[in-house]
C-alpha cells in the first residue's frame, strides 16, 4: 500500500444511514468485530441516534469505534428533532458524520451549517468526518476543482491547524452515492490529493499531510483494494457495504495491507 500510514492511519467507516433497529445492531456488530480484531485501520460504524447506546455497548473490549449520523451545533434550547454533540459524546459515539451529501440535499445542510456542526463536535471532543464532493452536473462541467476547493474552505474557516488535524475529510462525488457508479481510482486520487493541496494552502503541509482523507462514493468488497492503493486515499466511508458484514470485511482487509 502507498498510503503514508507513518503520517496517518486508515479509517474505514461504515454509514448505516437509516438502517438497523436497535436489536438488528447488536447482531451486525457482533459479526463485525471478529473482521476488525487484527486490522491495521481504524474501524468505525456510524449508526441511527437510536442505536449508538447498543453499539457503544457491544463493542466494547473491541478495536471497533461508534460514531453517529449527523450532531447539531448548539449545545441545547428548542430545536425540536435534533441531538447535541455532549448527548452523543454521553451516549457512546467517538466520531460524527458532517455535511454528507443526504443532509445537504434533503434536509438544506449548507457549508456554513457544516462549519458549525464541526467545531461542536470539536468542543465536544467528537471527531468529524466532514464531507465535501462535487454534483455530476458540477463534475461534467469541470469545476470539481473550484466546488471542493470552496467546501474546504467554508467548512475549515475559523478551526485551528491543530484542530484541523483532528478532522477526518471524507471526498464524496455524488453522483457516486447509491448510484452504483463509483470513481475510478485515478479520479479519487486526484480529488483527495486536491483537497490535501487545499488544507496545505490553509495550514501548511504537514498538517494536511496528518489528515486522514476517505474516499465515500460506492466502494465496495470489489474496488477496495485499488481505491485504498492511492497514496492520498486514506480509506473509506461506506455506505451499502456496511451492512453486510463479509463486505465489510474485505473493506477493512484491503485497508489493513
Known amino acids: 500500500m502507498i498510503m503514508k500510514k507513518e503520517l496517518r492511519k486508515a479509517i474505514i467507516a461504515g454509514n448505516w444511514k437509516m438502517n438497523k433497529t436497535p436489536g438488528e445492531t447488536g447482531a451486525l ?3 463485525i468485530i471478529p473482521l476488525a480484531m487484527n486490522a491495521d485501520c481504524t474501524v468505525v460504524v456510524c449508526v441511527p441516534f437510536t442505536s449508538i447506546a447498543v453499539a457503544a455497548e457491544s463493542v466494547k473490549s473491541s478495536p ?10 448548539e449545545a441545547s434550547g428548542a430545536f425540536t428533532g435534533e441531538i447535541s454533540a455532549a448527548m452523543l459524546k454521553e451516549a457512546g459515539a467517538e466520531y460524527v458524520i458532517i455535511g454528507h451529501s443526504e443532509r445537504r440535499q ?16 470539536l468542543e465536544a471532543g467528537l471527531t468529524p468526518i466532514v464531507c465535501v464532493g462535487e454534483l455530476l452536473w458540477e463534475r461534467e462541467a469541470d469545476i470539481t476543482d473550484e466546488v471542493v476547493s470552496r467546501q474546504i474552505k467554508l467548512d475549515f474557516a475559523g478551526i485551528s491547524a491543530a484542530d484541523a488535524s483532528k478532522i477526518v475529510v471524507a471526498y464524496e462525488p455524488v ?3 447509491g448510484t452504483g457508479k463509483t470513481a475510478t481510482s485515478e479520479q479519487a486520487q486526484e480529488a483527495c490529493k486536491l483537497i490535501r493541496d487545499r488544507l496545505a494552502a490553509l495550514y501548511g503541509r504537514k498538517t494536511a499531510d496528518s489528515v486522514t482523507i476517505q474516499y465515500g462514493g460506492s466502494m465496495n468488497a470489489g474496488n477496495a483494494a485499488e481505491l485504498v492503493a492511492k497514496e492520498d ?6 455506505g451499502g457495504a456496511s451492512l453486510k458484514a463479509a463486505d465489510f470485511g474485505e473493506i477493512i482487509k484491503a485497508a489493513s495491507k
Do not use: M, P, S
Not at 233 to 238: E, F, P, Q, S
Open 64 to 73: 471497533v469505534k461508534v460514531g453517529a449520523q449527523n450532531v447539531h451545533f
Open 175 to 177: 453522483w457516486a452515492i
Open 106 to 121: 434533503y434536509f438544506g445542510e449548507t457549508d456554513e451549517t457544516v462549519n458549525k456542526r464541526t467545531k461542536a463536535a
Open 233 to 238: 486515499v486514506d480509506g473509506g466511508l461506506i
Open 29 to 31: 456488530i457482533k459479526e
